[in-house]
C-alpha cells in the first residue's frame, strides 16, 4: 500500500539541502529560499492581505486532543511482551525470544497519565497559536531566514508572550520512570515527522517535528548540547552519512540562534532534554539551561527538562537566571513505595512471565523485590527480568521456588547497584547518609529530602571543573 502523501519520505538530500544552515529554507511561495543574504525585499516580509489568510490552521491536527486520565493510562501502558494462549508449546528460545523486550515494559499510573494530559495541552496551546496560516506569525516565521544567515534571534510577536512559559522541570531519581515516561509520551505527541502542503501564506511545503528528545551531554557544555541536538536532527530527518555535511552552523558561537531558528523552521511541537545528573553538572551546564530558556523565550515551544534530584537542587538554588527556565513548574517523580499500589505493580510484572498463567504470585515477592530494589523501577525491571528467565530454564521455579531461592538469582543479577541501593536503603530507614562522599557518588539514586542540607552551591562546585580531554 502506498504511503499517505503527509508522511515524510525520501532520502536525505530531498530533505536537507548542504548549505551553510543544513535546511532548505521554506518560502512563502514554496520556492526554496537562496542561500545567500536576504534583500531588503524579503527581510521587509511578503504582503498579506485579509484574502490570503485561510485561518486553518495545519499543525493542531497532528497532535491528539487531551484526552481522559483512564484512555492516557491505555495508550501510556506497553506491555513489551507478547501474550500466549498457551505457553507449555514454548521451546525455550521461542520463551527467551519473547522476553527480548521485557526491559521496554512501561506501567502507566496516575501521576503520568495527568502529566501527559498537561504536556499536550501545552503542547496544542502553542502549536494553536504557531499558525503557518496567520499572518502576524507568519512574519516571524519566515524572519528566521536572517537569523539562519547571521542575523539576531527576532522577538516573538506580543500576541504569542503567553507562550514564553512553558519550561517544565521533571524531576526524581535515577530509575524513577521518567525517562520511560517521556519515551512513551512521543507515542501520544508523534512518532516521526510529517511533511505537509501549505495554502494562501503558508509554505507550499514544510515540515511539522512533532518532538524532539536530547541527551544532557556527559561534558555539561552548550557545545555538546548543540552536538547532540545536530545528531538527534539528522536521526530524525536524515541519513547519519550526512553528519559532516548539514547543520553545520550549529556550532561555535552563533550556533545556539541557529539551532532555536531550525526549531522554528520545523514547527518543532515538544522539545525533551533528558539525563541531567550529577555527572553532567561538569562544564557551563548553566549555559545550557540559559539556551533553553532563551529557545523558549523566543520560539514558545514547550520544553522539559528531565534531571535528578541534586541537579534540581543547583537549579533552584542557583538564582534567578537558573531557576527562570522552570517558570511553568516542575513535576516530582519519586521512588514507589510499598503498599497497595507497588503489589499491584508486582503483578503486573509477574504476569509478564512465560509460566502457566494460572500461578498466583507467591505470596512473599512484593517484599523481597522491595527489598532488592527500594522502590526503584529501572531495578525492579530487571529483578523480573532476571526472575523470567531463570523460569525459562526451570518451569517448576514459579512453584517450588522459595524466597532464598530466588533471592540468590536476583542477587546476581543485581550485584552492580550493590554500592547505590545500600546508600539508599541506609537513607530510607535512618533519614541520613552516612558519609558526604556517598551523597556525591550516588546522590541520583536518592530522594529529594536527602539534600535538604546540602547547599546547592556546595554540589555545583564539587561537579562543575571541566572535564578532562578525552573524558
Given at each position: 500500500m502506498a504511503e499517505p502523501?503527509?508522511?515524510?519520505?525520501?532520502?536525505?538530500?530531498?530533505?536537507?539541502?548542504?548549505?551553510?544552515?543544513?535546511l532548505t529554507l521554506p518560502s512563502p511561495?514554496?520556492?526554496?529560499?537562496?542561500?545567500?543574504?536576504?534583500?531588503?525585499?524579503?527581510?521587509?516580509?511578503?504582503?498579506?492581505?485579509?484574502?490570503?489568510?485561510?485561518?486553518?490552521?495545519?499543525?493542531?491536527?497532528?497532535?491528539?486532543?487531551?484526552?481522559?486520565?483512564?484512555?492516557?493510562?491505555?495508550?501510556?501502558?506497553?506491555?513489551?511482551?507478547?501474550?500466549f494462549e498457551n505457553t507449555d508449546c514454548l521451546t525455550p528460545e521461542q520463551k527467551v525470544a519473547a522476553?527480548?523486550?521485557?526491559?521496554?515494559?512501561?506501567?502507566?499510573?496516575?501521576?503520568?497519565?495527568?502529566?501527559?494530559?498537561?504536556?499536550?495541552?501545552?503542547?496544542?496551546?502553542?502549536?494553536?497559536l504557531r499558525n503557518p496560516e496567520n499572518p502576524r506569525y507568519a512574519r516571524f516565521y519566515y524572519g528566521q531566514a536572517d537569523v539562519m544567515h547571521g542575523g539576531r534571534?527576532?522577538?516573538?510577536?506580543?500576541?504569542?508572550?503567553?507562550?514564553?512559559?512553558?519550561?517544565?522541570?521533571?524531576?526524581?531519581?535515577?530509575?524513577?520512570?521518567?525517562s520511560a515516561l517521556l519515551h512513551r509520551l512521543r507515542f501520544l505527541v508523534g512518532l516521526q515527522p510529517v511533511r505537509l502542503h501549505g495554502k494562501g501564506i503558508a509554505p507550499a511545503e514544510f515540515i511539522f517535528l512533532p518532538m524532539l528528545t536530547l541527551r544532557w551531554p556527559d561534558c555539561g557544555t552548550l557545545a555538546g548540547l548543540l552536538a547532540n541536538f545536530r545528531d538527534a536532527l539528522i536521526a530524525e530527518l536524515g541519513s547519519s552519512q550526512t553528519s559532516e555535511a548539514v547543520f553545520a552552523n550549529m556550532t561555535g558561537r552563533r550556533g545556539?540562534?541557529?539551532?532555536?531558528?531550525?526549531?522554528?523552521?520545523?514547527?518543532?511541537?515538544?522539545?525533551?532534554v533528558d539525563g541531567?545528573?550529577?555527572?553532567?553538572?561538569?562544564?557551563?551546564?548553566?549555559?545550557?539551561?540559559?539556551?533553553?530558556?532563551?529557545?523558549?523565550?523566543?520560539?514558545?515551544?514547550?520544553?522539559?527538562?528531565?534531571?535528578?534530584?541534586?541537579?534540581?537542587?543547583v537549579i533552584t538554588r542557583g538564582g534567578s537566571t537558573l531557576a527562570n527556565f522552570g517558570s511553568g513548574g516542575h513535576e516530582s517523580w519519586d521512588l514507589e513505595p510499598p503498599g497497595t499500589s507497588w503489589e499491584a505493580c508486582c503483578k503486573s510484572f509477574w504476569g509478564l512471565g512465560l509460566h502457566d498463567p494460572s500461578i498466583p504470585i507467591p505470596e512473599y515477592?512484593?517484599?523481597?523485590?522491595?527489598?532488592?530494589?527500594?522502590?526503584?523501577?529501572?531495578?525492579?525491571?530487571e529483578a523480573f527480568n532476571a526472575l523470567h528467565h531463570a523460569n525459562v530454564y526451570d518451569p517448576r521455579l514459579p512453584i517450588t521456588?522459595?524466597?532464598?531461592t530466588v533471592t540468590d538469582i536476583l542477587d546476581v543479577r543485581l550485584r552492580r547497584f550493590k554500592e547505590p541501593l545500600s546508600v539508599l536503603a541506609s537513607f530510607q530507614e535512618s533519614l541520613v547518609v552516612p558519609r558526604k562522599e556517598d551523597l556525591y557518588a550516588h546522590g541520583d539514586y536518592l530522594p529529594f529530602e536527602a539534600f535538604s542540607d546540602t547547599p546547592g552551591a556546595e554540589l555545583a562546585r564539587m561537579f562543575t571543573a571541566r572535564l578532562p580531554r578525552g573524558a
Open positions: 502523501d503527509l508522511v515524510l519520505r525520501g532520502t536525505a538530500t530531498d530533505r536537507i539541502s548542504h548549505s551553510p544552515s543544513g511561495h514554496g520556492l526554496p529560499l537562496q542561500q545567500e543574504a536576504p534583500s531588503p525585499a524579503f527581510l521587509a516580509g511578503p504582503q498579506f492581505s485579509p484574502e490570503t489568510h485561510s485561518g486553518e490552521n495545519p499543525l493542531i491536527g497532528y497532535v491528539p486532543p487531551v484526552l481522559p486520565e483512564t484512555e492516557l493510562r491505555a495508550r501510556l501502558r506497553n506491555r513489551a511482551v507478547p501474550q522476553l527480548a523486550c521485557l526491559p521496554m515494559t512501561y506501567r502507566a499510573n496516575t501521576e503520568g497519565a495527568r502529566f501527559a494530559q498537561r504536556v499536550i495541552a501545552q503542547v496544542r496551546a502553542s502549536l494553536a534571534l527576532k522577538p516573538m510577536p506580543d500576541y504569542l508572550g503567553g507562550l514564553s512559559g512553558p519550561g517544565v522541570i521533571l524531576a526524581g531519581p535515577s530509575g524513577s520512570g521518567k545556539s540562534s541557529v539551532a532555536i531558528a531550525t526549531c522554528i523552521f520545523l514547527n518543532l511541537g515538544l522539545l525533551v541531567m545528573c550529577l555527572r553532567s553538572l561538569r562544564g557551563e551546564f548553566r549555559e545550557i539551561l540559559d539556551f533553553l530558556s532563551t529557545l523558549k523565550r523566543h520560539s514558545g515551544i514547550p520544553t522539559i527538562l528531565s534531571c535528578t534530584y541534586p541537579a534540581l537542587q515477592l512484593p517484599d523481597l523485590m522491595w527489598c532488592v530494589s527500594r522502590g526503584n523501577m529501572r531495578i525492579l525491571t521456588g522459595t524466597r532464598s
